[in-house]
């Protein structure tokens, strides 16, 4: 069996005529059923138009309910009406012809050239619609000159067309009414109509003008039966009766001879209800309502917007073989899989051929069936059919066993090492969906490993994600090789590794090979045993240190030496001397000098470490270091603990008053910054005014205020706290929110300013009229640890919504960025030739980011490490 | 094998030379080296069908979740205030006419560069200064119908403007009445409506004196040992007119203007510079080549593009792509009329109709080997 590609999709408009022949049914009444409930022949709900009830044949086609796709039926209208979509196009069309002649306005060269100019421009769209605009506007200027406004073909004076939304044409002062229009645009020949913007194979423009009203299947505007038994129809449905009705009046209006201005009103009616079928929302039309006055939701509604057919169905569509649940951490499943609960890999299932190899097993899972584990739900047989395997039958579930044979294929459960995407939202980028290996396990939350958590920017504070099931071999092969976690390690976005070490990771890192950690060998051979580490250690060595267990992790030629997270920026720097653990020196596989920290292996980050064992080794090496680091590193806490409490961040009360001090002494800085103001000293800032140079000076001040009882807090917050330890490895938190905790808070502010609103002239009514000093404009002189007086708290929430409020803005301004980025980007791909096309062959670049590097596989951004090269050959000698 | 573009060949080169300095290579080893540099550029090469063009929004698009949003921030010259963060790249993306805050950077050539007189006699030229900008007040006495100009001798003194020059360009705007007194001037226009007073107190107060008109203020700084010019309001033309002003390094933040005076391929560059700086203020790390494709994208046709439906978006072959997008009935009444053809080779095309899209492993065919 060959599949049908669509090679290409060409759009045109419908005529009457062909309205009518595609049509199966002409609908003439406006009821729908009859009493009995069966639907009235010749009207909205024919039966030819298709079915909607399960069980009923299609009287068109013949097939059931889901496989006949309904068929079109057709109103003829009384009197033509125009297309509310084509409106303008119709008024643009007007203005350029001759209502005389019939031809463009345009003198025989200009026919001419134009024709050319647009032949020439066919290639490339954006050309033909600039050629387009140009006719158009050329051949409606004669109609605006005072002198001379005369056709150029036969000579008769141009009258000016005026256009009144939404639907009327002015000729002068005569109302053109649409079979006056309609008549003229029949006239208008091929040749000038291509002139003209149409294609006149497959749109005239007298087809701009309906005279017969397409009358979508049923299939499209079901009607739902509510639990009363009585029936709802659908918006359009309900358009399709007011059009009906009218039109019948207006015919027999028209065939009694009723006065022309009835007709003429009930033409406007029906213009009306054509055009809000179409479109339910042009401007100048009130909007057709639904006798609940819920405004109706027609064509132009349904394929409209986010939650239209073309955003909501057929850019995104949903599909089978998914799952979605709670997320949960767990540090034994490896990066590269996700733990999946029993009852989801019951419910998904991949199509698995039987094989003479596969069929044993294949038999065995049937035996058991769909409601034990490793088991299945549905064999197919060679001529297609499912067949679904019974759970209590256990007889049937034997012979159905014993049926299998070479050819056949068994939807079996998922098993551990299956391959499925595992996807969170928002989508933001390629790693928002990866691909893991499956690991079947009990309970009912999927479980990920805690490296995974930045790509998907996922915690576990109740989030869910989805689980995909690539049913054929081509896709599962694809999905492991490129989008297994392993593989994404290494960002496209920076060339640095998303995927690594987070929070307690990283301060256990620090504490297991940080100086002074000693571990005796029992408590070594428990901790990797009980990681699951196979690692040899036979060696007679009754004391290890701490970096002798990490290099346990390294591959044997491991070359690596840099400044880690903790390093002080000593003026000169002492390397491999450094007395504070601050410089790492790796060589041939062992640790020798300094700590492992946020440097190392911390995600989104630049992670020395991590970045060289992927680049250098493969990401294999990668994932097995991130595996079996974490689960170390989850004994070693087991054994050294980490925790924070309140004694974390008190500090003496030698430190208190100095930084008290400190604080006091800004206070009384931005006092005498206040009096100069108002005694009229302080001296403005270029291009400031006195004002802007006070808040700016007094702020600067604080700052500072703030900033040296930091530094004071710093002094006296050792590395013996497990918080500063955290902070200075960059496991969680700055040193900025340890000071805030322990020392003082700082100056709140909105907008970049200090707090100045709320009250009249004050931002709290604590505070005088006008008062400028720190205290009353949002400085918070407290710490967390010591806490907030009442203004103090009040200043703090304000400067605490504003980030909130921020958020929620940014995320929907970012979100549209995004959106419009990828639309406008997502055809651009690399050629074989190496250059950067568009999907119509337009070179954007001719060398991919003009070196034609993979930014993921680049060295951080430079296309090769030459240094390291360099290094590497002299080394060797 | 693909040969060495010239950037990483002249680095080898550089390299090598400082290598052998330290210590003496031979042939072989030097050999060996480029052989390697080469083996590891082809491996580090992108593979054909890669989506580079998804991957480059992503990358620019993500951080966005992360950027501030409040718009104004003190960068470079503390005094002169810069859209930062998100609103500064979609203002760029958006190819705006104007940049909500247009500054230029200002360079000096040598003899102007270190002598911060003579630089701030070039700030001085590009101020533009008017009347308002010297005047402790215009006041409109509407009892006798004129208007009483207060100039402030310190703000005169500053900008080195003497009256007579005032009242000169006065005289351009209209040719009325005036007596001056001290730093007063009284200006009478003679029988007028309350309106025209009004009117006519406008074009006083906006009379250009000296300098470039859309300049609000011109500041120096010094700079790497250098004295550069930083000013709020952007006009390059009259700029590059000034002596001492080196035309090969002075810049604005406006892209439109840097296409207007210095052509596409300087509009390139400078979205790749200003997307950058925003990104690298914030603390957010993205690879130049995705902001190069980015930056290349929208100035392939020789002017620079907005991405969105004004842009590329809205220029796009593909009818169902362009519908999926935005206004979507318009892009199919349309494509109905014109009988135009959507030849389904763009990624929105085939997700619509159930097809493999054209990119990465869809752009090849799998065959088996048997």
Known sequence: ???????????????????????????????????????????????????????????????????????????????????????????????????????????????????????????????????????????????????????????????????????????????????????????????????????????????????????????????????????????????????????????ENIDAGAPQLIVEDLWELLQYHVTTYFDNEVSGVPPARHRSGRVLKTLAQRLKGKEGRFRNNLSGKRVDFSAR???????????????????????????????????????????????????????????????????????????????????????????????????????????????????????????????VCPPYNADFDGDEMNLHVPQTEEAQAEALILMRVQEQIISPRYGEPVIGGVQDYISGAYILTREGTEFSRREVEEMLCMAGLGVETSQDKEIWTGKEVFSLLLPPDLNVEYKNKICRRCTTCKEKECPYDGYVVIKDGKLLKGAIDGMAYKARSECKLLDKLVKDYGTDTGRKFLDSITRLILWVLGMKGITVDMNDVELDQDAKDRIDEVLQDGE???????????????????????????????????????????????????????????????????????????????????????????????????????????????????????????????????????????????TAQSGYMQRRLMNAMQDLKVEYDRTVRDNTGLVIQFMYGEDGVDPARSDYGKAVDIDWIIHKHMEAV | MKPLPLSVKEELTEKLLEANKKRNMTVSQIDAIIQEVVEEYNRVLVDPGEPVGTVAAQS??????????????????????????????????????????????????????????????????????????????????????????????????DQKISIDDIIKKLKKVKNVEMTQDGYTIILNPGDVSLMKLRKFAMRVRNTQLKGIKKIKRALIRKENGEYVIYTEGSKLTDVFKLEGVDTTRTTTNDVREIHKVLGIEAARNAIIKEIKETLDEQGLDVEVRHIMLLADLMTVDGEPKPIGRHGISGEKSSILARAAFEVTTRHLLEAGKQGMVDSLNGVTENVIIGQPIPVGTGTVELVMKR
């Open chain 2, 60 to 157: 620019i698009g993500e951080p966005g979740t992360q950027m501030t949003l409040s718009t104004f921030h003190y960068a470079g010259v503390a005094e002169i205030n810069v859209t930062l963060g998100l609103p500064r790249i979609i203002e760029i993306v958006d190819m705006r006419r104007k940049p909500s805050t247009p500054v230029m950077t200002v360079f000096l050539e040598d003899g102007y560069s270190n002598d911060r007189e003579k630089a701030l006699r070039v700030a001085r030229l590009i101020e533009g200064t008017t009347v308002e900008n010297v005047a402790r007040s215009v006041i409109m006495d509407v009892i006798n119908m004129n208007l009483v100009v207060t100039l402030d001798e310190y703000k005169l003194d």
């Open chain 1, 668 to 810: 009384n800085k931005v006092d005498k910054l206040i009096e100069a103001y108002h005694n009229g000293e302080l001296e403005p800032l270029p291009g400031q005014s006195l004002e802007e140079t006070l808040e700016k000076k007094i702020m600067q001040v604080l700052a500072a205020a703030r900033d040296r009882a930091g530094q004071i807090a710093e002094e006296y917050l050792g590395m013996e706290r497990f918080s500063v330890i955290m902070a200075k490895t960059g496991a969680k938190g700055n040193m900025l929110d340890l000071t805030q905790m322990a020392a003082c808070l700082g100056q709140m502010s909105v907008r970049g300013e200090r707090l100045h609103r709320g009250y009249n002239n004050r931002s709290l009514s604590h505070f005088k009229e006008n008062e400028l000093s720190a205290r009353s404009r949002g400085f918070v002189r407290s710490s967390y640890n010591k806490g907030l007086s009442p203004t103090e708290f009040f200043f703090h929430a304000m400067g605490g919504r504003e980030g909130l409020v921020d958020t929620a803005v940014r």
């Open chain 1, 1 to 251: 069996m060959s599949l049908k590609v669509i090679k290409e999709i060409k759009f045109g408009i419908l005529s009457p005529e062909a309205i009518r022949k595609m049509s199966v049914v002409k609908i003439v009444t406006a009821d729908t059923y009859d009493d009995e409930g069966y639907p009235i022949e010749k009207g909205l709900v024919d039966p030819r138009l298709g079915v909607i009830d399960p069980g009923l044949k299609c009287r068109t086609c013949g097939m059931r309910f889901g496989e006949c796709p309904g068929h079109f039926g057709h109103i003829e209208l009384a009197r033509p009406v125009i297309h509310m979509g084509y409106a303008k196009e119709i008024y643009k069309v007007l203005k350029g012809v001759c209502h005389n002649c019939h031809r463009v306005l345009l003198d025989n060269e200009e026919i001419k050239k134009y024709a050319r100019r647009l032949k020439e421009a066919r290639v490339r769209d954006v050309e033909k619609q600039k050629v387009l605009k140009i006719i158009a506007k050329q051949a409606a200027r004669r109609r605006r000159y005072t002198k001379n406004n005369i056709c150029p073909h036969c000579g008769v004076e141009l009258p000016r067309i005026r256009f009144e939304k939404p639907t009327t044409y002015m000729e002068n002062t005569e109302k053109l009414s649409p079979s006056d229009i309609r008549a003229r645009l029949e006239k208008i020949s091929a040749e000038d109509a291509e002139l003209l913007g149409f294609d006149p194979e497959v749109a005239r423009p007298e087809w701009l003008i309906l005279t017969a009203l397409p009358v979508a299947p049923v299939t499209v505007r079901p009607s739902i039966t509510l639990e009363s038994g009585a029936r709802s129809e659908d918006d359009m449905t309900h358009k399709l009766v007011d059009i009906i009705r009218i039109n019948q009046r207006l015919r």
């Open chain 1, 325 to 451: 649940t709670v997320i949960s951490p767990d540090p034994n499943v490896s990066i590269n899989e996700v733990g999946v609960p029993s009852p989801v890999a019951m419910e998904l299932t991949i199509p698995e051929r039987v094989t003479y190899k596969t069929r044993d097993e294949l038999r065995s899972l049937v035996l058991r069936g769909p409601s034990q584990h490793p088991g299945a739900n549905y064999i197919i047989r060679t001529d297609g059919r499912r067949k679904r395997i019974p759970a209590n039958d256990e007889e049937l579930r034997k012979t159905l066993a014993e049926e299998l044979d070479v050819g056949y294929v068994v939807e079996r459960h998922l098993q551990d090492g299956d391959v499925v995407l595992f996807n969170r939202q928002p989508s933001l980028h390629r790693l928002s969906i990866m691909a893991h290996e499956v690991r079947v396990m009990p309970y009912r939350t999927f479980r990920l490993n805690l490296c």
